[in-house]
């Protein structure tokens, strides 16, 4: 029921929270969080029964019936005589050659 949770853990676990929220909160927390449980299995059932009764809904359908016809082929795209031709692509400028020139010489 609780998985790998023994019977010690379990003790050691009511322990505490009987330290921390004391006698008489502590049946209060229990039902609340038992009502809060139940309502959630409930809400996970209602769920389940929903998906099981849109899956026989679903395979009581008669199938549809298959198509044999072949697609029509798209019609070809009108090419127009003003279409752009593609720009050439330019060189890099040359990054060396203004490394390489020398600096202008002053009369000082």
Known sequence: MFGSIGMPELIIIFV?????????????LGRSLGK??????????????????????????????NKSETPTPAP????????AAPEPVSAPADTNAA?????????V
């Open 99 to 107: 490394s390489e020139q020398s600096p202008p010489k002053s009369g």
């Open 36 to 65: 809060s449980i139940g309502e959630f299995k409930r809400a996970s059932n209602d769920l389940r029964n929903t998906l099981e009764e849109e899956i026989r809904v679903e395979d009581a359908r008669p199938p549809e019936p």
């Open 76 to 83: 070809p795209e009108a090419k127009s005589s003003t279409a």
């Open 16 to 28: 505490i929270a009987l330290i921390i929220f004391g006698p008489r909160k502590l049946p209060e």
